[in-house]
């Protein structure tokens, strides 16, 4: 596709501003694979444990092939409370939501409203542009967690550029029963989402299965295809949600393993699954009740990741309903138990064969080396991010400075006084900050092209040289 104009100063944005949020990059558009896979690659080892540049992703929505037994299905519809599964998709042709434009962004809306009134009997529903929704409609899917918002400075899209002209191309689709819901032009051009409440993670899996087919489908329809690759997969904006896209999780009460929320963060890495409390990552659970998904997203199917989901929150209940066996309500569990059961679900010993345990060390070998590489690249952006501060003070200083000459100016008796006081921008100071800017050199088709590191205000360069009175 042609290139659309997202810089590597644009995906940078999240990264540079907001380095607390883990990934640090997003893409534009689908040329970005290309353009910066040197950036994006370690980003997708890091996250994932997988080569893009080596190795291929395949997808399976087969959700016959998924082993949920009735004996599961008891176990889970003990402790968990709501079950949900979903992806992004993106149709070629248009840029993704943080490089959209609002003619692109609106183009997307309208083959998805196409796409939706295809949809099987099942699947049907309504959408909703998210500026039409009356106060009624709005409170109701907020309270039910269905509704997205704006995004904030604070998070990786607004960081991102992604809430531009908001709330115009965005919506949402549901089916009366609100277990099947697509999100317009949020972080993706379409979130697909199948859920409800419960433990039937085989019957929601098989309604997002349905709806994944369906969406792909309704758009080839209108002549569009979906944004695929054959090393990365469902291609999306941000690096994290390669592959297959797919988050399947549950709402799980575990007041146990709740009582070390970095003990679970630890067994839950140990079986690849991401726990989030109340307040997101890395905090507890209100009431024990945690978000528990794979994270995981390429380099394994879907039906893989669904099942490595279902069988590592297998063993969580296990660990949890030991734990409440051995400490009978205590108000701490000791980390010791909890590692031993951990380590026990896990199938890790001291007489572990030679060959796992060298493949162990080889692996622990490739993590240290791939997080040195990783760290490398933050301490980059980090320098870039001390780069920007000052200069954005340096701008900020030259800005307050001309503001006052062009209030003198504004006051001045005439045409003339008024150019001699504008002659006093500091237009040289203006021109060092600007060389000041960092670059990156990438090889791109057999050409080097420059790209400029990380986004300054540059309009207060411009300013002084339009603003004559």
Known sequence: MPF????LSNGMQAGVFRPHLGVGFTCGDEECFELFKDIINPIVQGWHGFDPSTQTHASDLDYAKLVFTNEDAALFSKYIKSTRVRAARNIAGFSLPAGSSKEDRLAVEEVLKTAFSNLPDNLKGTYYPLGELTSEQEDELQEGGFLFQKPGPMQLLGAAGAGRNWPEGRGIFHNPDKTVLCWCNEEDQCRIIAMENGG????????????????????????RTLMEHPNYGF????????????????MIVLPELNKDPHKLEEICARFDLQPRGSSGEHSAAVGGKWDISNKQRIGFSEVQLVQKMIDGVKKLIAIEEELAAKNGGSDAAPAAEAEELATKQHGDSDTAPAAELEADAELEAEN???KVDNNDLREKLLSYADILERM????SALQNAYEELK??????STKEVAKEVIKEVPVEKIVTVIKEVPVIKVEYRDREVVKEVPKIEYRYAAYPFTCLP
Request: hydrophobic share 35%.
């Open 4 to 7: 659309q104009g997202y810089t």
């Open 407 to 412: 209030q003198q100016a504004a006051e001045a």
């Open 235 to 250: 291609l999306g904006t941000c690096p994290s949600n390669l592959g297959t896209g797919l988050r399947g999780s549950v």
């Open 200 to 223: 039937d993670v085989k019957g929601v899996f098989t309604r997002f299965c349905q709806l994944s087919n369906a969406i792909k489908a309704a758009a080839e329809s209108t002549g």
């Open 392 to 395: 954005q003070s340096q701008f």
């Open 368 to 370: 240290r080396a791939l």
